[in-house]
């Protein structure tokens, strides 16, 4: 778990293959007009996603239940805007996880208040705070795409 002190914390590399294998199958869909941004592309949050997926995330030891897991795709230049994702109740004991599968050295995750900035490698597995202002930047020419899963009660880390 993350101290509060911490926005993000690498938690180990993932061999992230068996994603790579289907990510051409994955339908990606336009939704979450971010802040008046333009929309990320993501699979549905309570769609159906190839087996391989399922393996993965359940061979990822979080610990507890995953509440959501989707893929989210930023086209080259895009980005989304500094929020802070307060949908989620402070109770609800929701730790997020990112795995990256596509990325480039020049797209960040970013919290302007805490003046840190992390660029997330694909293949390895991070959690991160949703519950601070963050962003993420990509003034590049490269896409981004991005495993979260949204587990509750996760125990890895601790």
Not at 73 to 84: F, M, S
Not at 109 to 128: A, K, N, S
Not at 132 to 153: A, C, K
Request: glycine share 8%; charged share 20%.
């Amino acid at each position: 778990m993350l101290s509060s002190t911490e926005c993000y914390r690498l938690l180990k590399e993932v061999d992230i293959t068996p994603v790579l294998e289907i990510l051409a199958d994955l339908k990606f869909v336009g939704s979450g007009d971010m802040a008046g941004a333009s929309p990320s592309y993501v699979t549905i949050p309570s769609a159906t996603l190839p087996d391989a997926v399922d393996h993965l995330v359940q061979s990822l030891g979080l610990g507890g239940s995953t509440h959501r897991r989707f893929f989210r795709r930023l086209e080259p230049g895009q980005g989304i805007p500094v929020h802070v994702d307060s949908w989620v109740p402070a109770d609800a004991n929701l730790r997020r996880f990112h795995l990256p599968i596509v990325s480039h050295p020049g797209i960040f995750m970013r919290w302007p208040d805490d003046h840190e900035q992390v660029y997330l490698m694909p293949g390895f597995l991070y959690e991160v705070r949703y519950d601070r202002l963050h962003e993420v930047v990509n003034r590049t020419t490269s896409e981004r795409i991005h495993l979260q899963i949204d587990q509750i009660g996760a125990t890895i880390g601790d």
